[in-house]
């Protein structure tokens, strides 16, 4: 069981209200496919993913950009119990998707690097601490059903 602090539940909240999730989603995951080009395996039927001007103009990249945000909200909408709200996400990711979960820290850098560069200065130390920790809580319970 994760404890949170006021500062930690206030700043990650904050975080999710201040940025434009239809920007940091597709951002975060068109860098992930080009920094990391293994992670474009799992990607097959997403189309061209050439190179990075076609991955950041794939509109099924941008789509599942927005649909990893959309997880991250409900993480966020659950973040007592986050470990049970992700059961079935990391099953399929798991054992439908068999997604290589170290993959799961290479996205959640590439998050944290367009979060920051979103927020610019308000993106303090202690606001990354908090936000890192919340991604570190996100990943773990991805990796819960791997077996
Ligand atoms: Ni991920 C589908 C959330 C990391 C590969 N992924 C999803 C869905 C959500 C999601 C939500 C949609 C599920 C559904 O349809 O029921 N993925 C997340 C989150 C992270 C993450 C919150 C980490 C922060 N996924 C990754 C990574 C990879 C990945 C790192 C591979 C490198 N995910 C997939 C694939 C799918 C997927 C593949 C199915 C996509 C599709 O549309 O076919």
Known sequence: MVEWTDFERTTIQEIFSKIDAGVVGPAAFSRCLIVYP???RYFGSFGNLY????????PKVAAHGKVVIGGLEKALKNMDDIK???KDLSVLHSDKLRVD???FNLLADCLTIVVASQMGQAFTPDVQAAFQKFIAVVVASLRKQYH
């Open 84 to 86: 049970t709200t992700y």
């Open 101 to 103: 979960p170290d993959n």
């Open 38 to 40: 293994w992670t474009q």
């Open 51 to 58: 190179n990075a001007a076609a991955i950041t103009s794939n």
